[in-house]
């Protein structure tokens, strides 16, 4: 996995690229920690770069919705944890262009 960080109006977003498996868990977790301490507000992890994750990745996501976090780019790829019992946890959103029209007025 790799990643890049890119703040759009006060918005933080946290590209991600390749698979985030069990592997990457500790590198996306201590990403997480680096953008949280540079940014305030809403995270919005764009996954539009990954080409997969395995569940442990995806446990990953649901710790770093501890803070407000949003999710864009999924396209059609699973993610039943996310799409479960996250209300108010992570909003998801179909690409990066409509989380920041909605976050950056928020």
């Known amino acids: 996995m790799r990643w890049d960080f890119v703040e759009h109006d006060g918005v933080g977003v946290l590209h991600l690229f390749g698979f985030l498996g069990r592997q990457d868990a500790h590198r996306f977790d201590g990403a997480v920690g680096w953008v949280r301490s540079r940014s305030n507000g809403t995270l919005v992890l764009d996954m539009s770069g990954l080409l997969g994750w ?11 919705a501890q803070s407000p976090l949003a999710v864009c780019g999924l396209r059609e790829r699973p993610a ?27």
Not at 54 to 64: C, P, Q
Not at 90 to 102: K, Q, V
């Open 54 to 64: 395995s569940e442990e990745g995806e446990v990953a996501v649901l710790r770093a």
């Open 80 to 106: 039943p944890l996310l799409s479960g019992d996250t209300a108010g946890l992570i909003r998801i959103y179909p690409d990066l262009r409509s989380a920041l029209a909605d976050l950056a007025t928020a």
